[in-house]
């Protein structure tokens, strides 16, 4: 079946460091790939969209990577921020309209 | 201000009452869907309409029903709520299908409790 998998446990990251979260896929052949925030009790927000046939996306101090042949997503986050603090969710979607969605994982910025 | 706007934000309710989630967005979208939310899990669709008058089942639709009367509005109704149907519950819209790429805005979220 398919599945996508998110670090479940929360990430710790100092701030002024890199956070990198990972979106791993099986059995699954995307289109395109999404990354959203989400802040405790609040609807997702979308960040950046990567389509299969690009290997990095940036958007200010946001870089998406997308590897076919892995079966994976990295976001980064540079020099990072305690207002980064969020819930970072992946979603998959393929040509037919259909959209899979990772669980999420939390990232904690420290000061 | 471009939004997608859920009421209530709250809800408790008593098995097999039947309430109405009401989801509705004022950016002229085509595309409007409804997702439940679980510990643990990713966002699970429920329902999703491509545009007045036509609706899909998702994933998750036993249970829900759903109307698309207008561009707007899209609500979610539950005719006899059970226990497993406490969840978060978001909308989203989108101005074409998912599948063009086009990014979802999501609403604020209901988290509802069947007790």
């Known amino acids: 079946s398919q599945k996508i998998e998110q670090n479940s446990e929360a990430l710790n990251i100092q701030e002024g460091k890199t956070a990198t979260l990972t979106c791993n896929y099986t059995?699954?052949?995307?289109?395109?790939l999404q990354w959203y925030r989400q802040d405790p009790g609040r609807g997702p927000v979308f960040l950046l969209l990567i389509r299969e046939n690009e290997k990095e996306k940036r958007k200010e101090r946001l870089k998406v990577t997308f590897d076919t042949t892995l079966k994976q997503s990295l976001f980064h986050i540079t020099a990072s921020q305690p207002a980064d603090s969020a819930t970072y969710l992946c979603?998959?979607?393929?040509?037919?309209?259909?959209?899979?969605w990772g669980a999420g994982t939390k990232l904690i910025i420290k000061p | 201000e471009a939004q997608v706007t859920q009421n209530p934000r709250y809800l408790i309710t008593v098995t097999g009452k039947k309430l109405t989630v009401t989801c509705s967005q004022n950016m002229n979208h085509e595309y409007m869907s409804w997702y439940r939310q679980d510990p643990g899990l990713g966002l699970r669709q429920i329902y999703y309409s491509m545009n007045v008058e036509v609706t899909d089942k998702g994933d998750v639709p036993e249970g829900y029903k759903v109307s698309r009367k207008e561009k707007r509005n899209f609500p979610l109704i539950l005719e006899s709520p059970s226990p497993n149907q406490t969840s978060l519950y978001f909308c989203?819209?989108?101005?074409?299908?998912?599948?063009?790429?086009?990014?979802?805005?999501f609403g604020s979220g209901t988290q509802l409790s069947v007790l």
């Open positions: 989203a819209s989108s101005l074409e299908q998912t599948g063009s790429n086009e990014k979802l805005f």
């Open positions: 979603a998959l979607g393929n040509s037919n309209y259909q959209l899979i």
């Open positions: 059995n699954y052949s995307p289109a395109y």
